[in-house]
């Protein structure tokens, strides 16, 4: 039982909810928020938040906390960013070769194809780029706009955007520089270099590296990137420009856009990088319509890419089910994305997550709706229910974007969030793997049958 309870896959569940507890603890001092009171439960909610990078809060983070309560925040925010990926890093070294696919795929790296790695040099070089853009992103902050950014909120919002945080030590987040090209700019690239995955940036910078060697010495030939860098890379391009597009004419269609044509489409874009797990925001999202509302959904569910600060489910799995839905209108037998062909048991981790996700947002959902109108009718109500909606898909897909309900939640729905904030972190496929290792492997099968499916 102790080696199940201790087992790799467990292991982040106690360093992440101990972790969570401390800071808490902390957090709840009265030297932390000398803002005002601060009930335990608010605490964890904010500790939990910053932990699982989401950015969802309770209070003003910039005028309720004090330089010990931010400092903490920070901490929490720091070790959430890089704590699902180190820990993913480090068991996949320790499993060795004998992992399966489908475990692959659960802790969301495909290093083993690589003969070559290890497992120390990756650690340096994650914390090497991880300083760098945390500190080229404040220093440009600063640069930008001294007053708005000083120091250490140049530090504080450039280690929240590329962690993927999303929380600001301004109320408004970032409204008030929802036209300036540069500010957007620098939290658009951090934002996306966390949430690409340290896999990929770090074979990014080789790539990179390796075309200038080629272009020094004229030689021709020039580097391929892996496969899975590849699908990461086209999928996150896609799906930002696809957002932008979306959010760009529903909001113009609606009268809600900026008269200025630039600003229209910063503040579109921005939101169309943001809502795919960071939680900074240039326009208020409970002024937004309801076609931009939903599809910033469908973005905060796919989240991020693998080995990432970012949640949902991922880059991969979304390329992977398009794929097979794809391959089934044409008639294929194989999945194919790129040069290869997914195996059966990667499908099957796909739907199976897919599936655990859907589940775990509607329950989240029918939770929070009863809480908050279960003794409404539909016409009383109909409008909290997307409220509802958003905020689990956030808390879920670790974004923190709200449309205000965060702050007019009860106890019991805070813990509901926190809940889901802790599981959308860790990833449905984890849980899954971890409650697997629990379980005794069958050792017989059943007979098999079909059932009719139209």
């Not at 601060?38 to 500790?47: E, I, K, Q």
């Not at 301004?170 to 270099?193: E, Q």
């Not at 496969?227 to 932008?244: D, E, M, N, Q």
């Not at 990667?346 to 109108?373: K, P, Q, R």
């Amino acid at each position: 039982m102790r080696a199940k309870i201790f087992s790799p896959y467990w292991l982040p569940v106690w360093f992440f909810g101990g972790t969570i507890l401390i800071g808490a603890f902390i957090l709840h001092l009265d030297v932390s928020h000398p803002g005002g009171p601060l009930s335990f439960v608010d605490a964890l909610f904010t500790t939990t938040s910053a932990m699982c990078v989401t950015g969802l809060a309770v209070v003003d983070t910039g005028s309720y906390f004090s330089t010990l309560g931010l400092d903490v925040l920070l901490v929490l925010i720091q070790l959430g960013g890089l704590g699902i990926m180190t820990f993913t890093t480090l068991i996949i070294h320790l499993l060795g070769k004998h992992v399966s696919l489908n475990d692959r795929i659960a802790v969301g790296q495909s290093l083993l194809r690589d003969p070559s790695f290890s497992l120390p040099k990756f650690l340096a070089r994650v914390v090497l780029w991880t300083f760098f853009f945390e500190g080229a992103g404040a220093l440009a902050l600063w640069l930008m706009d001294p007053v708005g950014f000083s120091p250490y909120s140049a530090v504080f919002h450039s280690i929240s955007a590329f962690c993927n945080a999303g929380f600001s030590l301004y109320p408004d987040s970032l409204t008030r520089w929802a036209g300036h090209g540069g500010v957007n700019s620098v939290f658009m690239v951090l934002i996306t270099a966390g949430g690409l995955g340290f896999y990929v940036l770090i074979e990014c910078a080789a790539y990179c590296k390796q075309i200038v060697h080629r272009l020094i010495h004229k030689k021709r030939t020039m580097p391929v990137l892996s496969w899975h860098s590849t699908i990461v890379l086209k999928t996150s391009f896609f799906l930002v420009v696809v957002g932008a597009v979306v959010i760009f004419f529903a909001e113009g269609a609606a009268g809600n856009a900026p008269e200025n044509f630039w600003h229209h489409l910063w503040t579109a874009l921005f939101q169309s990088v943001t809502c795919r797990t960071a939680g900074f925001n240039t326009v208020d999202i409970g002024s937004m319509t309801n076609v931009s509302l939903v599809f910033m959904m469908l973005l905060m569910i796919i989240g991020g890419s693998p080995g990432s600060c970012a949640g949902g489910i991922k880059t991969t799995t979304f390329r992977a089910l398009f794929g097979f839905v794809w391959a089934q209108f044409r008639g294929r037998q194989q999945v194919q994305l790129g040069r290869y062909a997914l195996s059966q048991g990667a499908l099957n981790t796909v739907v199976s997550l897919t599936t655990m996700t859907f589940v775990l947002i509607f329950i989240g959902t029918m939770i929070l709706t009863a809480l908050e109108s279960g003794d409404s009718t539909y016409l009383m109500a109909r409008e909290e229910f997307i409220l509802n909606m958003f905020e689990t898909v956030s808390a879920f897909g670790t974004v923190g974007l709200s449309t205000g309900l965060t702050p007019m939640l009860d106890d019991v729905e805070k813990i509901t969030v926190i809940i889901l904030m802790f599981v959308g972190r860790l990833g449905p496929v984890w849980l899954l793997s971890a409650l697997q290792s629990w379980q005794a492997e069958r050792r017989y099968k059943v007979p098999t049958s079909t059932l009719p499916f139209g």
